[in-house]
């Protein structure tokens, strides 16, 4: 048995089309869709990141500003940024870029994001909201899940869906999602006792655990669907996942690949959101 691959790059620029039609309905009710970034120190990552953030936005016309600030900013005044852009009409949707320094309360910062402009969806009123299936501004990548196993039409309901990782990014808002679209959801983490046995059961196998390649077929039940939301640079420079892809792709029923598979779709739904929170203007 070849699986079928789960592109997510295709899939990433379909959407992506969709939302610049969006962005040029909002202009002409004279709405521009604004992102602004906030980043604090130099981490390059990090930067990398905002600035494929940025280029994305611009594509499709989305007005986007970054905030750069030095690393020794206190967590007040990197507080009343947040306060400032929350009460500037202008801004329809906040991203601090993460990690933050060492001396900030990570958590108290996304806390004052303005729920309604929260396009990470990492304020606790957006995970609370999507606790009880309310609508909500949600975490973009998780959000990129569900609609790539829309789009290659993976049912869910009554299915078990298995999470390896428990993120408040990744892991824990899928497992939301999934739960309220009726599968049965287990999830599983570091401490995990014989995760194989629990893996093996799954129907879908979400696997957000950041070690490279870390699971093989003797994780997986023949024929299930496997998302990777792994991305390693090995030192050869290759990217890899959490799966190790060219072992388990004969044995399952439907991959994302790694790259081009969840990656490009976080993006597109930090995008999605934006569109969402300006909305909220008209
Ligand atoms: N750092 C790594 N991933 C993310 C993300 O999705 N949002 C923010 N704000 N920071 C990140």
């Known amino acids: 048995m070849s699986a079928s691959i789960m592109y997510g790059d295709i899939l990433a620029q379909k959407i992506r089309s969709n ?12 709405i521009i869709p604004s992102l602004t ?67 900030i309360n990570e958590k108290r910062i996304l806390e004052y994001i ?17 606790s009880i299936g309310q609508d909500a501004l949600i975490p973009c990548t998780p959000l990129g899940i569900m609609e790539l196993l829309d789009f290659y039409g993976v049912s869910l309901r009554g299915k078990h869906a298995v999470v390896i990782g428990r ?3 990744v892991g824990k808002p899928i497992g939301q999602l999934l739960l309220n679209k009726d599968a049965t959801v287990t999830y599983c983490h570091s401490k995990t006792e ?47 996942g959490d799966v190790d892809y060219n072992e388990v792709k004969d044995h399952v029923s439907q991959i994302t690949p790694v790259p081009k598979g969840v990656g490009p779709m976080t993006i597109t739904m930090l995008l999605h959101n934006t569109i969402k929170a300006a909305k909220n203007f008209k």
């Open 167 to 169: 993120s408040n990014i």
């Open 37 to 103: 970034v906030v980043i604090v120190g130099d981490n390059p990552a990090s930067k990398t990141y905002v600035k494929m953030k940025q280029k994305a936005c611009e594509k499709i016309g989305i007005r986007s500003h970054v905030i750069e600030l030095n690393s020794d900013i206190s967590e007040e005044d990197l507080l009343n940024q947040v306060i400032n852009l929350n009460e500037d009409d202008s801004v329809h949707g906040i991203l601090v870029q993460l990690p933050l320094p060492d001396h």
């Open 114 to 130: 303005e729920p309604t402009k929260d396009v990470d969806g990492f304020n606790p009123i957006n995970i609370g909201r999507l």
């Open 194 to 240: 014989a995760l194989s046995s629990i893996t093996k059961q799954a129907d879908i196998l979400i696997v957000a655990i950041g070690k490279a390649q870390f699971i093989t077929k003797d994780h997986i039940k023949p024929g299930a669907v496997v998302i990777d939301v792994g991305n390693t640079f090995l030192s050869s420079g290759k990217v890899v």
């Open 19 to 30: 939302l610049k039609i969006v962005v040029n309905e909002l202009k002409e009710e004279n």
